[in-house]
C-alpha cells in the first residue's frame, strides 16, 4: 500500500492510497465547513444537488443511464456531523478497468463524470436546474422526516441536541425540515459556490495502480476557483452543564430508549477510547457484561467516545419500569471504573478489541478513506499501527484519570405513550 | 478428504471445496494482501424449519416458531463461560444470526485467527443448556421481540408475508412471539440441536489472511464425526394464491413506507439460481431511475432515493419484494403493473436490459474486493446448493428472452400484494 496526501491548492488536499489488491477505484471528496443552523439546510442541499445532474448529463436518468453502463458505478452526495463541524460532499466508485469485458477505460470515464458533476454542475442563471433541485430537496425533505423511523438512531440525535445545546452540534448535519424547504435553487448553488471557494477541502482517491490523470483534473479544476479558506475548529470540548438536563419525548412504541451523556475537559484520547472500550463498546464490556448480562436490565447498553465534543454517549433499550434501575447500573459501572476496578483481563480485551479494529483498517476502500480523513482531523497523519501504540502507552492509572474526568451531563428517554396513560 | 478448487472463469478469483471426513463441507478463500479473516459456521436450519424427522422416526417433530433462533442464543453460553469471553481473549469480534433458512456462527480478526477457529468449532459442537438459563434467556427474547416490534420495516416486511402466505412459517417472525417461545424448555433445544447441528446439514466458510492447510488442520483436530442421520423438513402445504391483496397499518414514523411484493412458485437449486438473476435484472430495471416509470414517479413525487426492490427466496418461497417511502403506495404498485404489463405487450428493450445486466456483473465482481462478502458469498451458494462464483456465469448467459418468460410466468398481477406503514397523521 502507498499513502500520499498532497496539498493541490490552499487547504485542500489530495490524498491517495494505492493498494494492488483492490478490483475497484472510490474516491471521496469532504467539504468541511462550521456547523451552523442557518446554513446547514442550504450546504446539504447544494452539494445533494451533484449527484441528481451535471452540465454533460441533464437529468438523473441521463446521468444514472451512464453510470449503469459503467458496470454500475456509483456516485452519491452525503451529509454528515463530526463535532461543531459539517462534513459534506461526494462519493463514487467502479470497476477498475481490468473487469470491464468491453474494455472500457472506466476509470477515465468515472474521472470525466466526476468532474462534471463537481466543477461543470447543472446551473442555469445562477440557479440549479430546477427538476433536479426539485428531486434533491423532496429526497433530503423525505430523509428528514424518515429519521423517526429509526427509534435508535433518533434517540441519539434527540440527546446530541440537548447535550450540546447552544453550540454547533446540536444542529443536525441536514438542517431542520422547515429551513431546508425554504431554501431555493438560487441558495443552495450559492451555498455550494461558498464551499467550493471557503471549505477546506479533502480528497481521497484509493485504487490499485496509480492514476495521475485524478490529481490533475483536481489541481486544474481548482486552480480557476478563488480560494479563501476559513479556518475550522476540528475540536470543541463541550462545558459541563451545572445540571444534569433531562429531556423525553413520548412515542407508539414498544421498548423505550435511554441515552445518558457524560462529558470530560480531558485531552487524554487515548486514554478516554480505551475507557469508554472497557466501558460499554465490546461484548465484554461492563455495561454488557453487567446491566444487560447479569442484571437483564436492557436489551443493549453500550457507550461510544464524541471525541471532537469530549463527551461518552450511553445507549440503551430499555423497559420503561427498569430505568431508574439503569440509570443507576450505568452510573455504578463507571463508579467501578473510576474507582480502579479494572481486571488485567478487561484491559488486555479492550486492547485486543481496538488491535483488531486497526489491523482491518485497508480491507476496504472507504476504510482507508475513512482512517486518514480522521487523523487529518485530528492534526496529525499516522498509520494504524502508530495509533496501536499510543493505546498500548495508556496505563491503567490514565484510564481511572480519564473515568473520573466524566460527569453526567445530560439524559434523553424515549418513552411509551401507552404505558404512560 | 479431496481438496477441490474452484474458480470464476470470468474474474480469475478462486477458492478450495473440501468435503471433510467428519461430513463437514468447508470452503477456503485465501485472499492475498487483506488483513482480516472472517469465519462463518453455519447450519441449514432457520426459523422455518419447524417441522422435521430423521431416518427412523415414523412422525414428524413439530417446534415452536423462533426455536431456531432461541437455540442460538443459548449456544453462545457453554458451561464454564459466556464465548464472548472467549474471543475476547483473542480479540476476535463474534456474533451470529438466525434467517429464514440458516443460523451462522461468525467470528471476524486480524491475528489468532487458529486459535479463534478452534473457540468456533468448539462451541457450535458442544450445546450445554438448563432450564434455569432457559428461563432468563426467554427474558432477554422477549425484549428483542419488543425492540423488532419498533421497527417498521421489519414490520413492513412481515405484514406483506402475511398477506401473501396462508401457512408457510416464513411469515412467523424468526424470533417467534413471546407465547411460542414460552413453549421452549432444554430438552426440545437438545433435539433441535441434535438433528440440525449434525455435521452433514452445516458448512464452514472461511476467507481473508489464512492459509488452507492450517485451516484444514484445525478441521482435523476439532471436528468431531457424524453419522448423517437423513434430516428430512417439510413444510406445510401452500396454495399458489395469495391471502389478501393489501394491508395497512399505523405507526409512529415520519415517512409511510411500503412492501409492494409478488408471489412467485418455489423453486430450488440451479433452478432458483436462475429465476434469481432474471427476477433481480427485471426488478433493477424497475427500479432503475433512468427508467422513464421511474422518472414519471419521481415527477409524481411518489417516489424518491429509497425505491428500490430485492429478491426473498428459500426453502418453498420465492418473492419479488419493492420497497420505498410514499405518500401514496397505491400509486407505486398500480405503476409497477402497469409498466410490467406493457413489456408483455411490448417486450423489453434489449439495450436497457443489457445495461442492467453490466450493472449487475460489476455489482458481483465487487462483492469479492470484501474478506466478509466473499465468506458469505462461499457460505450461501453452498446452502443453496449452488457454487460460489455461479451467479456471475448464470448472469453471464442470462437473455432478455429469460427475462421475458419471469414476467410472463411469475410476475402475475393476481400475486401482488402491498404493506404499507403510515405515520398517525399522514
Redesign the interface.
Known sequence: MRYNRTEIAPNIGFSSVI??????GSLVVRFITGLSGEYAAANALGTGALSSSSARYR????L??KL??????ALSTFARKRGDIQILGLTA???NKK?A?DGEDVDAEMRELIRGCIFEPNVQDGCFDA?SYS?TR??LL?H??????N?RGYAISRAGEIAFAGEPAEFSCYGTKTAAAAVTSAEAYQAYRKLLRTSQIEIFYVAPEEDPGFIEMFRESFAAIDRAPAEVAFRSISPLKTEVAEGSDE?????CKMVMTFKSASEDFFALKLLSTIFGE???SKL?MNV??KM?LC??CASRLVSPKGAVMVDS?V?RGNIEKARAEIINQLDEIKNGNISD?EL??AM??L??AL??I???PSSYSSWYFERFCDGQIKTPAEQLADYRNVTKERIIEAAKSLSLDSVYLMLDKEAAE | MEKNIITSQ??GDSCIHVKHSSGLDIYICE??????VEALFGTKYGSVNTMFRQKGDADFTVVPEGIAHFLEHKLFENEDC?V??L????????NAFTSFDKTAYLF????NYQESLRILLDFVQKPYFTQATVD?EQ??IG??I??T?????WRVFFNMLRCMFHNHPVKIDIAGTVESIARIDADLLYKCYYTFYNLNNMVLSIA?NIKADEVLAICDECLKGCEDKGLETVFPDEPAEIVQTEIYET?????S?FNIGFKCSPCSGEERLKRSAAASVVSSMLT????DM??RL??E?VI???FDAEIFAGDGFFTVIFSG?SPKPERVRDAIADELEKWLAEGICEKDFQ??K??????L??M????ESVANLMMNAHMDGTGPYDTISVLSGLTAGDAMDFIRNELKREKLVMSVIKG?EQ
Open positions: 493498494d494492488e489488491k483492490f478490483k475497484t437529468t438523473l436518468a441521463e444514472n443511464e449503469s453502463s459503467l458496470y454500475g458505478a466508485s467502479w470497476l473487469y469485458f427538476d428531486i423532496k429526497d423525505d428528514i422526516d424518515a429519521e423517526l423511523n427509534k412515542f407508539d412504541v414498544r421498548q465490546t461484548p465484554v454488557f444487560r448480562e437483564s436489551y443493549y433499550g423497559e483481563s488486555e480485551s485486543l478489541s488491535e483488531n489491523n482491518q485497508g480491507d476496504t | 470470468r474474474t485472499m492475498p494482501g487483506f488483513s482480516s459466556d464472548f469471553e474471543y475476547a481473549k483473542t480479540g476476535a469480534s463474534g471476524s480478526c486480524s491475528k432468563k427474558g432477554i425484549q428483542e419488543q425492540m416490534n419498533d421497527n417498521p420495516e481473508g405507526a409512529p414514523v415520519g415517512a413506507i432503475d431511475a433512468s427508467s421511474y422518472q419521481l415527477k413525487e424518491n432515493s429509497t417511502e445495461r442492467i453490466k450493472s449487475a456483473y460489476g455489482m465482481v465487487r469479492l474486493n470484501n474478506v398517525d
